[in-house]
């Protein structure tokens, strides 16, 4: 087998496994490296922080990501545009908040192009293989989380996972007396989980964040057919904000996933996370870095990851429309392989 | 101030927009670490046992109807001859050119036969073409042996050494770049065109092109070939056929008056003769000759393969149990074919230029043949009402005069074999 070009979306570290794990927050979190993601109403990653949402919202963001992988001697430039979240959240009793959406569980799109040869006749033929798949599963969450004091919110979720993802492998010759070839079939998958978190106010500065979720399995089935039922994980994690005043605002993260039951390949992870949001007003920054293992890599240990973010937002209309605007850039080792990511993402919220 | 941050705002949102139009996804990779747990599987196999019914038949495309007649003297392997009957002219001619008048027609004056030849071998020596006058009573039933001996033997006509006369200079046309060369003493020319075909013109004297009234100026004519060693050539038909133009004396109120034919005269019949007669089939598989032998196959693909993998090649082989006999010119391609439905040797064929393969068999080779069936064994996973059934003919059907012979599904160890290149499925789905 000689060099091949791979076309891969997300991360090629998902190829030979389920896929690349979504990552459960919106733009304000990501911009912050996921540090203010547990405090975030509008990140499906915690139900309980929604008891502070207020009134209605909704929230759907967009990210492109600029990413150059280096495998060996190669290196390319790959773009990728993503709709990962879409959410709809508001109280509908005084103590009680609602949420619907959806976020990506696991994004299962990736193109790989092989290149090799086979003796047939006595003759070596080199050929082109092309595996590909194109699509992912989502995470349909409905949460509610309740405010219970001043100091306790509480907060639970179902989610739904479901998704679809056009598969296809196709042969062709160089010797065009073979014909090329091409198989195809639509996989879809299913799975449920669900989610508690609790949110803590130790004193009027500082909170905690707790949570935990558990899924079942992800179900593959093909032309009707289970071909694959796989664990998935049990995840935990929390988290503590520290607001020393109005225009300052610092948090940190942390969070175990166990994904080593997902077959070969697969690991328990640890990620963290630590940011900041400065400054008050229409305007404020955010910083953030986080780190960690992926979940899925081809070594004996898990492929690493680095990340550091910012952004900002804007406030329109008396506040009623916000965009939020992120930067990230990732950094991705391991097993050979190199990935350094730019993220532009931009985030729309609207509260009527 | 303030416009000035929206127009920064608005561009940097610009950018994502433009940004997420486009994807570019393609980068290194290396396997296994990086491509999927599973891939394509190759299965390269012969299936030896999965034809059968076979059986040859011949008469499929008889001597006149043949797109061109056959020429050749090849001793010990056959002897052909193209064939020509002329239509009639009529027992009078117009005399005068300002009138309708017209008068009896006495006798012959001379007349010039021209025919193409449409491939020759170029390189054999001594090539020359006999012209005989054969009975106006030929027709398609008429064989070798009826003419010769006879009139092959005992009424010729021209005798033109065409290797002389291709050696003499020519004139080259400037417009249509053909060579031209006489012979100016027996009034006779050969132009030879940029597509090597030869365009033979023959003058005839009054003793040569005879006028039988009784005939009405129907005539026949015969050509034999010979060369140095083995010969062979192919004479026009239709288009490219011979044509005769008859110089003919008549009679105006006693006056004898020469005069041209008003027109050219075709033939009414164009074949040839050839000794020894085509072979009788047996239990080989004959594709070729004259009349034209077809071999019909009948593939039984296993129900895996037809249901389920995908056909990358297949080759269907074919071992020669007698092969073609002539000269090297006269190779000529075996093609497989399907049938709209399988009535045996009367199977209608589907003509059509993606489901027809074919393989060119050289005279005297005993390689096996391998014909590409690929696009055939394709048609029949697809559509599973189309009979699984191959005619082997060869092309040009008639109009070559050496068959091939291979072996037959009966013949164990030489039995025709299908050389199949398929994917099996791809495990969709599975970790």
Redesign the interface.
């Known amino acids: 087998m000689g060099g091949m070009p791979l076309a891969a979306q997300d991360s090629q570290y998902g190829i030979r496994s389920l896929g690349t794990p979504g990552r459960w927050e919106s733009v304000r979190a990501r911009s912050t490296a996921g540090a203010f993601g547990p405090f975030d109403p509008l990140s499906p990653l915690m139900e309980a922080s929604l008891a502070d949402l207020g009134r209605l919202t909704a929230t759907a963001m967009a990210g492109t990501s600029f990413r150059t992988a280096t495998l060996g001697n190669t290196t390319s430039a790959l773009r990728e545009t993503r709709f990962p979240l879409l959410l709809l959240a508001g109280q509908v009793a005084p103590q009680l908040a609602l949420s619907a959406g959806f976020t990506t569980y696991l994004d299962k799109s990736w193109s790989v192009s092989t290149r090799d040869s086979v003796v047939l006749s006595g003759v070596n033929k080199p050929f082109t293989d092309l595996l590909a798949s194109d699509g992912s599963v989502a995470d349909l969450r409905l949460a509610a989380a309740v405010r219970l004091s001043r100091r306790l919110a509480l907060g639970a979720a179902f989610h739904v996972l479901a998704g679809s993802a056009r598969l296809s492998a196709q042969r062709t010759f160089d010797d065009t007396l073979y014909h090329a070839v091409r198989q195809t079939a639509d996989a879809r998958y299913d799975g449920l989980g669900v989610s508690g978190s609790a949110l803590v106010g130790l004193t009027p500065e500082l909170t905690v964040a707790l949570w935990g979720r558990s899924d079942n399995r992800l179900r593959t089935k093909v032309a009707g057919a289970t071909t694959a039922e796989i664990d998935l994980p049990r995840m935990a994690g929390g988290g503590v904000r520290f607001t020393p005043s109005p225009s300052a605002r610092f948090a940190a993260a942390a969070a175990w996933r166990s994904w080593f039951h997902a077959g070969p390949g697969a690991f328990n992870t640890w990620s963290w996370s630590v940011g900041a949001e400065l400054g008050s007003g229409a305007s404020p920054i955010r910083l953030g870095a986080r780190g960690g293992q992926l979940a899925f890599g081809p070594g004996p240990t898990a492929p690493t990851e680095f990340a550091v973010a910012a952004g900002t937002v804007r406030a329109f209309s008396q506040g009623h429309a916000l965009i939020d605007l992120g930067l990230e850039r990732l950094v991705r080792q391991g097993s050979g392989l190199d990935e350094r990511v730019w993220t532009l993402l931009v985030g729309i919220t609207l509260r009527p | 101030m303030r416009g000035i941050r929206l127009a920064r705002?608005g561009l940097?949102?610009a950018?994502?927009a433009l940004?997420?139009c486009?994807?570019?996804?393609?980068?290194?990779?290396?396997?296994?670490?990086?491509?999927?747990?599973r891939?394509?599987t190759?299965v390269?196999t012969l299936l030896r046992t999965s034809i059968g019914k076979d059986s040859a038949f011949r008469g499929y495309v008889l001597p006149h109807r043949a797109a061109a007649l056959l020429a050749a003297n090849l001793p010990g392997i056959v002897d052909s001859r193209p064939l020509w009957r002329f239509t009639t002219i009529g027992p009078r001619l117009v005399v005068v050119a300002t009138d309708t008048t017209q008068g009896t027609i006495e006798r012959a004056d001379s007349a010039r036969l021209q025919f193409f030849i449409t491939r020759y071998d170029t390189l054999e020596r001594g090539q020359t073409l006999r012209l005989y006058r054969l009975p106006v009573t030929i027709d398609t039933t008429t064989t070798f042996a009826m003419l010769d001996p006879g009139p092959f033997a005992d009424s010729l006509v021209r005798t033109l050494p065409l290797d002389s006369l291709l050696a003499r200079p020519g004139r080259r046309d400037s417009i249509t770049h053909s060579v031209t060369h006489v012979d100016t003493l027996a009034g006779d020319s050969i132009v030879v065109d940029t597509l090597h075909r030869i365009l033979v013109s023959l003058k005839l004297d009054s003793s040569k092109a005879r006028y039988v009234a009784a005939d009405t100026g129907k005539v026949a004519y015969g050509i034999r070939l010979s060369a140095d060693s083995l010969a062979s050539m192919v004479v026009g038909k239709d288009a490219l056929g011979a044509t005769l133009q008859w110089y003919l004396v008549a009679d105006s109120l006693g006056v004898p008056v020469k005069r041209a034919a008003p027109a050219l005269r075709g033939t009414t019949l164009a074949t040839f003769v050839f000794n020894p007669p085509a072979a009788r089939i047996d239990s080989t598989l004959a594709v070729g000759g004259v009349p034209a032998a077809r071999s019909v196959l009948r593939l039984a693909l296993p129900r895996p393969i037809r249901d389920s993998v995908?056909?990358?090649?297949g080759t269907l082989l074919l071992v020669p149990a007698v092969a073609a006999r002539g000269v090297r010119a006269d190779s000529f391609l075996v093609q497989a074919r399907t049938v709209f439905a399988d009535f045996g040797a009367k199977s209608p064929l589907v003509i059509d230029l993606i489901h027809v393969d074919s393989a060119r068999i050289h005279v005297g080779a005993t390689d096996t043949v391998r014909i590409?069936i690929?696009n055939l064994l394709?048609l029949w996973q697809t559509d599973s009402t189309k009979p699984a059934t191959i005619v082997l003919s060869a092309k040009p059907e008639g109009s070559e005069l050496p068959e091939i012979r291979f072996y037959p599904s009966a013949a164990a160890a030489y039995r025709p074999t299908i050389?199949l290149?398929y994917?099996q499925?791809?495990?969709?789905?599975?970790?």
């Not at chain 2, 995908?310 to 090649?313: E, K, N, S, V």
């Not at chain 2, 499925?425 to 970790?431: A, E, H, I, L, R």
């Open positions: 705002f940097a949102i950018a994502a940004g997420a486009t994807e570019q996804v393609t980068a290194p990779g290396q396997c296994p670490n990086y491509c999927p747990t891939r394509l190759l390269d995908q056909i990358l090649r590409e690929t394709q050389h290149t994917l499925p791809y495990p969709f789905g599975v970790p």
